[in-house]
Each structure stands twice: as structure tokens, then as C-alpha cells.
């Protein structure tokens, strides 16, 4: 073989074995690890929003909170039930018209065990609504949609007799 077929296989190697290994430049590096941040931020955020939420959702399905020292709303609910999710919805609205101390909110949601016992212990089924005074009893049953401006003065002649006075 002639010198110049042989310095033509070794530049032509060369040229291969720099092309399995990227140059990295140190710009590349940077964007590398903005993006890296960026992403290691996002899944941060969502975590901790995810938190929040879970947190929230486990004390809305305490019963345990009943009898604690404030009124409380219960809805008795079926998360598949179209008519309970309006309930909520407008129940939610109307409790927006208080402050946050004034009335808890729980939910006895009925596909779990202690919603379910809640339920049945009362005699009530979904698309029902119980409020409890503070040391909780029983005070008030309404059963079924109601619309916000429907529940308000329920919820307030409820909080006025068993909380204070209403916001």
C-alpha cells in the first residue's frame, strides 16, 4: 500500500472515532443543566402541589373531625354520582360566603368503609347534606341538589345558632 492510501485510512479512522464521541462544547453543558434544573423545578412544584392536595383531600374525609368544637357541613357522596358533584359544587359556593374557621366541610364519601358506615349509621344515602352543631350532633338533614343561593340561609341560620355570627 502507498503512503498516501495509508495516511488516508488513519485520517478516515480518525474522522470516525471522533464522530462516536460528540464534542461536547461547553455551551451544550450549560443548556444541559439549565434544562436539568428547569425539569428538576417543574417536578418540585408538581410535588408539592400534589402534597398540598392530598393533604386537603385527607381532611375533608376526616370524620373524625366531627364533634371537635365548630358546626360542620357533611355531605354524604359518591364521587361517580353527577347529582352528589353538583351538590358540592354548589355547597362549596356557598360556603365561599364564610370564612374559613366559621364551618368545616366534610365529605362521607360512600365507596369507601368509613363513609359507608357514616351513611348507614345515620340513615341517610348520597346527595345528602347533615350539619352537626360543635360538639356533634345531629342538628339539620337536607337531602337532595340544592342551589347555592337555596343553601346559604340554611348555612347561615346553622352557623349563626352554632358558631357566631355569620361573615
Given at each position: 500500500?502507498?503512503?498516501?492510501?495509508?495516511?488516508?485510512?488513519?485520517?478516515?479512522?480518525?474522522?470516525?472515532?471522533?464522530?462516536?464521541?460528540?464534542?461536547?462544547?461547553?455551551?451544550?453543558?450549560?443548556k444541559l443543566l439549565r434544562n436539568g434544573?428547569?425539569?428538576?423545578?417543574?417536578?418540585?412544584?408538581?410535588?408539592?402541589?400534589?402534597?398540598?392536595?392530598?393533604?386537603?383531600?385527607?381532611?375533608?374525609?376526616?370524620?373524625?373531625?366531627?364533634?371537635?368544637?365548630?358546626?360542620?357541613?357533611?355531605?354524604?357522596?359518591?364521587?361517580?354520582?353527577?347529582?352528589?358533584?353538583?351538590?358540592?359544587?354548589?355547597?362549596?359556593?356557598?360556603?365561599?360566603?364564610?370564612?374559613?374557621?366559621?364551618?368545616?366541610?366534610?365529605?362521607?364519601?360512600?365507596?369507601?368503609?368509613?363513609?359507608?358506615?357514616?351513611?348507614?349509621?345515620?340513615?341517610?344515602?348520597?346527595?345528602?347534606?347533615?350539619?352537626?352543631?360543635?360538639?356533634?350532633?345531629?342538628?339539620?338533614?337536607?337531602?337532595?341538589?340544592?342551589?347555592?343561593d337555596q343553601l346559604l340561609p340554611i348555612?347561615?341560620?346553622?352557623?349563626?345558632?352554632?358558631?357566631?355570627?355569620?361573615?
Open positions: 500500500m502507498s503512503k498516501s492510501r495509508k495516511s488516508q485510512k488513519r485520517k478516515s479512522k480518525s474522522k470516525a472515532s471522533r464522530a462516536a464521541v460528540p464534542d461536547t462544547s461547553r455551551r451544550d453543558m450549560l434544573g428547569i425539569g428538576a423545578a417543574v417536578l418540585a412544584g408538581g410535588g408539592y402541589f400534589g402534597v398540598g392536595s392530598y393533604r386537603a383531600y385527607a381532611a375533608e374525609h376526616d370524620l373524625n373531625r366531627l364533634g371537635q368544637g365548630k358546626p360542620v357541613v357533611v355531605q354524604v357522596h359518591d364521587p361517580q354520582c353527577p347529582t352528589c358533584t353538583a351538590l358540592q359544587k354548589q355547597t362549596r359556593k356557598a360556603l365561599k360566603e364564610f370564612g374559613e374557621c366559621d364551618l368545616v366541610y366534610l365529605i362521607a364519601d360512600i365507596n369507601t368503609p368509613e363513609g359507608q358506615a357514616f351513611a348507614v349509621r345515620h340513615g341517610v344515602g348520597n346527595v345528602t347534606l347533615m350539619l352537626f352543631d360543635p360538639e356533634g350532633g345531629l342538628q339539620r338533614t337536607v337531602q337532595g341538589m340544592r342551589s347555592q348555612l347561615r341560620d346553622h352557623q349563626d345558632a352554632y358558631g357566631g355570627v355569620s361573615s
